[in-house]
């Protein structure tokens, strides 16, 4: 896998999975397959501009600017980031003053391409709209190569790696 980051505003992974894109596209859609590589499930009929609903263990988030950007299914997929609740904190234990300072920063926005490679899918995650040095892109630095890794060790073998939801702090 590899990754780069651009003046720290954006974190950039791509990996290729012995999967076709559309497993790739359902496990970055589907409920019961987001559950199991993320820990977090989605609810939206992906149609850009539409809300999307996330769950992460006991927290339900919802907010009108957490909306998908893009959608062509088996292709690409953007949206944007989720809002920091007081409730997502408790869920995922991220403590009170982090919640705060993520919180306070810019909302970001996510985007999954989706490339077939022959008997490969090459995914590339994007994640940017960070503040410069910004405490939330530490934490996504950090959390994106263990859940993309998730999802590709899901997809191959058909287990994710353990607990990631939990792992990874962010989601």
């Given at each position: 896998?590899?990754?780069?980051?651009?003046?720290?505003?954006?974190?950039?992974?791509?990996?290729?999975v012995a999967a076709d894109p559309e497993q790739v596209w359902r496990a970055l859609t589907a409920p019961d397959q987001?559950?199991?590589?993320?820990?977090?499930?989605?609810?939206?009929?992906?149609?850009?501009?539409?809300?999307?609903?996330?769950?992460?263990?006991?927290?339900r988030i919802e907010e009108p600017e957490q909306v998908v950007l893009e959608c062509v299914p088996q292709r690409r997929?953007?949206?944007?980031?989720?809002?920091?609740?007081?409730?997502?904190?408790?869920?995922?234990?991220?403590?009170?003053?982090?919640?705060?300072?993520?919180?306070?920063?810019?909302?970001?926005?996510?985007?999954?391409?989706?490339?077939?490679?022959?008997?490969?899918?090459?995914?590339?995650?994007?994640?940017?709209?960070?503040?410069?040095?910004?405490?939330?892109?530490?934490?996504?630095?950090?959390?994106?190569?263990?859940?993309?890794?998730?999802?590709?060790?899901?997809?191959?073998?058909?287990?994710?790696?353990?607990?990631?939801?939990?792992?990874?702090?962010?989601?």
């Amino acid at each position: 896998m590899n990754s780069t980051a651009t003046a720290h505003t954006a974190i950039a992974y791509t990996t290729y999975v012995a999967a076709d894109p559309e497993q790739v596209w359902r496990a970055l859609t589907a409920p019961d397959q987001t559950d199991r590589w993320w820990g977090v499930t989605f609810g939206s009929d992906w149609k850009p501009g539409s809300p999307m609903t996330w769950r992460q263990g006991d927290a339900r988030i919802e907010e009108p600017e957490q909306v998908v950007l893009e959608c062509v299914p088996q292709r690409r997929l953007a949206y944007t980031w989720h809002t920091f609740t007081p409730e997502w904190a408790r869920a995922v234990d991220v403590p009170e003053d982090v919640r705060a300072r993520i919180a306070a920063e810019p909302r970001t926005k996510v985007s999954f391409t989706i490339d077939p490679q022959g008997p490969l899918t090459r995914l590339t995650v994007v994640h940017d709209d960070f503040t410069p040095e910004g405490a939330l892109h530490g934490m996504c630095s950090q959390a994106w190569p263990l859940l993309v890794s998730s999802l590709k060790t899901l997809l191959e073998t058909g287990r994710p790696l353990p607990d990631p939801g939990h792992n990874a702090h962010e989601g």
